[in-house]
């Protein structure tokens, strides 16, 4: 089975706010991301964890939001020293999977079937890199092979390093969703977010 990463302990410090709480379509941004994961899943993946913040009043309210759709959440006590932290607190939480996707919380445009697509690409000794129009995208997938490696990252580079020193075990996969590129760092992109659903 495949497991979803779904790292939400950023700070927000270009948005100027707790940007997972801000309106699109109705609800906060994180839960509406959760929804297109939870639309995504099928008998291959089928799994989802949410990284938060350290515990604070705030994220165990977030928390119970995601438990009330389903979705089990982990509180990462680095999370302020950088994605990478995150990253791999999740990877420690979810052993004896035969991969991960990770994927960014401030992606609400991103469709179902993307997320689907990189899951069914994915093989233990593979890196899946979802595309559109060339530009680099996510959410990027890891075969278990690589979870050592990913149990090592630390900073804000995420999984970065584990990329490029298995350029070899590349699998680009190219895709008509524009929603794979963007994830929501000012206020001024919320507008772009509310893209047509697969």
Sequence with gaps: ????????????????????????????????????????????????????????????ELAARLLELGVPSTFCAEAQLGMGHSLAWGVLQTPRVDGWLIGLADMPALQAASIRAVAHALRADNIVVPTHGGLRGHPVGF????????????????????????????????????????????PSQLAQSTLPRD
């Design 1 to 60: 089975m495949i497991q979803g990463l779904l790292l939400a302990a950023g700070r927000s410090r270009r948005f100027g706010a707790d940007k997972r709480r801000a309106n699109v379509d109705g609800e906060p941004l994180l839960l509406r991301t959760v929804r297109r994961w939870l639309e995504a899943r099928d008998e291959l993946f089928d799994r989802l964890l949410v990284v938060l913040r350290e515990p604070s009043d705030s994220e165990r």
């Design 143 to 186: 075969g278990s092979d690589f979870g050592n490696e990913l149990l090592a990252v630390r900073g804000d580079s995420g999984a970065r390093s584990v990329l490029q020193a298995h350029r070899d075990a590349l699998h680009w996969l190219e895709l008509e969703d524009p929603g794979l590129l963007l994830d929501i760092d000012e």
